[in-house]
T-cell receptor, first 113, second 113 residues
Framework: DTAVSQTPKYLVTQMGNDKSIKCEQNLGHDTMYWYKQDSKKFLKIMFSYNNKELIINETVPNRFSPKSPDKAHLNLHINSLELGDSAVYFC????????????FGPGTRLTVT | DAKTTQPTSMDCAEGRAANLPCNHSTISGNEYVYWYRQIHSQGPQYIIH???NNETNEMASLIITEDRKSSTLILPHATLRDTAVYYCIVRGDGSSNTGKLIFGQGTTLQVKP
């Protein structure tokens, strides 16, 4: 009965590779997000989708490309991985609107060597 | 979006109430105060949110001052499992109504036996 799930939990890869992280929510929410938490523990929003439409795109390199095949899924594809991409990536979901809380997944720890 | 100021760290004795302050002096009338926490190695967890009135749920109480420039999160009977980083976030409309959460440094709450 996991609300927001992410796969994989850990991802170790080499520089230059392309990788994807998957996110699924079973809460019936219409908005999904990707956040990045760096080594200094700062959490920053990267993207947000509402009903499969991109609504937030922060200053993120275009090597990062989110894909939302349906309302319940938001995947993150990263091309040409760099050392600085090493971080924990969190997916979240919510109903649209400022009065609705976001539910976060357990995170994917990406390590680029 | 309004910014928040929180103490970097606090201690609390197990079983006692933990009162976590937050200043948000530039908050706008349509901006909500949200509290999240992040227990080590987990995703952020929603605690509570409010607009003007005080709020209470099974986890905590939120006290918002009348001028809305500050708030206090109260964990009535802190346990060791409440040790975490607590984030006070002002989530607002601004000019975009995107609903994104902007995380600051938060307060590291250490509950001690």
């Amino acid at each position: 009965d996991t609300a927001v799930s992410q796969t994989p939990k850990y991802l170790v890869t080499q520089m230059g590779n392309d990788k994807s992280i998957k996110c699924e929510q079973n809460l019936g929410h219409d908005t999904m997000y990707w956040y990045k938490q760096d080594s200094k523990k700062f959490l920053k929003i990267m993207f947000s989708y509402n009903n499969k439409e991109l609504i937030i795109n922060e200053t993120v390199p275009n090597r990062f490309s989110p894909k939302s095949p349906d309302k319940a899924h938001l995947n993150l594809h990263i091309n040409s991985l760099e050392l600085g991409d090493s971080a924990v990536y969190f997916c979240a979901s919510s109903q649209a609107g400022l009065d609705n809380e976001q539910y976060f997944g357990p995170g994917t720890r990406l390590t680029v060597t | 979006d309004a910014k928040t100021t929180q103490p970097t760290s606090m201690d609390c004795a197990e079983g006692r109430a933990a009162n976590l302050p937050c200043n948000h002096s530039t908050i706008s009338g349509n901006e909500y105060v949200y509290w999240y926490r992040q227990i080590h190695s987990q995703g952020p967890q929603y605690i509570i949110h409010g607009l003007k009135n005080n709020e209470t749920n099974e986890m905590a109480s939120l006290i918002i001052t009348e001028d809305r420039k500050s708030s206090t999160l109260i964990l009535p009977h802190a346990t060791l499992r409440d040790t975490a980083v607590y984030y006070c976030i002002v989530r607002g409309d601004g000019s975009s109504n995107t609903g994104k959460l902007i995380f600051g440094q938060g307060t590291t709450l250490q509950v001690k036996p």
